[in-house]
């Protein structure tokens, strides 16, 4: 099938259904020599004072021969327009998307009209695609549920599945074969041991060995946030397509992100948040409202390049666990 990128969740259903895979530049980038891929698009005149993952995206999509991509003009990224006018220029089909800010149903109709128009689909084939996806997504909700609930999934293994709905993995049906494979192994499991339970808010972080350090000094998370939007948690329960992303809560307004993390902490029993944030992300804002709103202890973490987590933040995040472990008496 010929691939499309995306750089942000967007209406996978018309996507999948019009005959394309999507790739989500955005997991395919952490998946391959990341801080190298960065470099080389620094090379290219990418200043350093911009976030790691446009120029990662850029340079990988130029790596896996990407000829089409879809660049969301609202309700992703500041610089994504940028990015895709640079990735215009080596040849690559831009196809516009945008999520209006308001969340207004009509306006996002006309969006996915104009999306399923450009790629050649109807209605109709989407909506029994989006069937599709809903059976696998209820499957991932089983492991985020086995994740705090039951407490038998790590907070990297429910990261990745959760992030993995973005695009599937491009194939749908090998995407779901191995979500299954991994409920089978879960059932045996044994509870993991935890004695401060983490939510992670904020976009997927650049460190490649967060989940382990904090699982390593007793704590576990057991909310991550946006990966867990794109899981589209809210499906299922007979709302169409534009309902769908009408209740998806990343690209809209950030309070709605809060009323759904507040609800999320509760439920999960959580004792803190990290809120992480990317050097030079125009998110790096929210962290006032995360504060102002959150009646929790919140460590905000800054990354830059991919990559392990430095020696600083490494002592800043011991610190914030030890805290919270004094804190419940664990
Ligand atoms: S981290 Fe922020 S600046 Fe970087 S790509 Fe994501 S939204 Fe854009």
């Not at 942000?8 to 895979?21: D, W």
């Not at 989407?126 to 059976?135: G, I, N």
């Amino acid at each position: 099938m010929p691939k499309i990128g995306i750089t942000t969740t967007v209406p996978l259903e018309i996507i999948l259904a019009a005959g394309y895979a999507p790739v989500d530049l955005n997991n395919l980038f952490m998946s391959r020599d990341s801080l190298h891929l960065v470099h080389q698009a620094e090379i290219q005149g990418f200043p350093r004072n911009l976030c790691a993952w446009i120029k990662g995206i850029y340079s990988v999509a130029l790596q896996e021969g990407i000829s089409q991509m879809v660049a969301v003009t609202q309700g992703d990224c500041s610089n994504t327009q940028a990015l895709i006018e640079m990735l215009s220029l080596e040849g690559v089909r831009v196809i516009p998307f945008a999520y209006p800010y308001d969340r207004d149903e009509e306006l996002l109709r006309l969006q996915m009209e104009r999306f399923l128009k450009s790629l050649g689909c109807s209605w109709e084939s989407a909506l029994a695609m989006k069937e599709r996806l809903d059976a696998i997504r209820l499957k991932v909700h089983r492991i985020d549920r086995m994740t705090w609930d039951e407490g038998v999934v790590s907070g990297f293994e429910n990261h990745y599945y959760q992030v993995s709905c973005s695009d599937m993995q491009g194939d749908p049906e090998s995407f779901e074969a191995q979500v299954d494979q991994f409920l089978d192994e879960i059932c045996t499991r044994e509870r993991m041991p935890e004695k401060i339970r983490l939510g992670f808010i904020g976009v997927p972080p650049i460190f490649t060995d967060l989940y382990s350090l904090v699982e390593s000094l007793e704590g576990r998370i057991v909310f991550n946030e946006v990966q867990r939007q794109f899981s589209m948690p809210a499906c299922g329960q007979g709302e169409d397509l534009v309902e769908q992303y009408r209740r998806y809560t990343y690209p809209y307004d950030v309070f709605a992100r809060i009323a759904d993390i507040r609800e999320q902490l509760a439920v999960r029993r959580i004792d803190g948040l990290i809120h992480y944030v990317q050097s030079f992300c125009f998110h790096r804002l929210e962290d006032l409202i995360v504060r102002k709103s959150i009646n929790l202890p919140v460590l905000t973490l800054e990354g830059d390049n991919p990559g392990r987590i430095d020696a600083r933040t490494r002592i800043r995040i011991e610190s914030f666990l030890q805290v919270l472990k004094e804190r419940k008496g664990a």
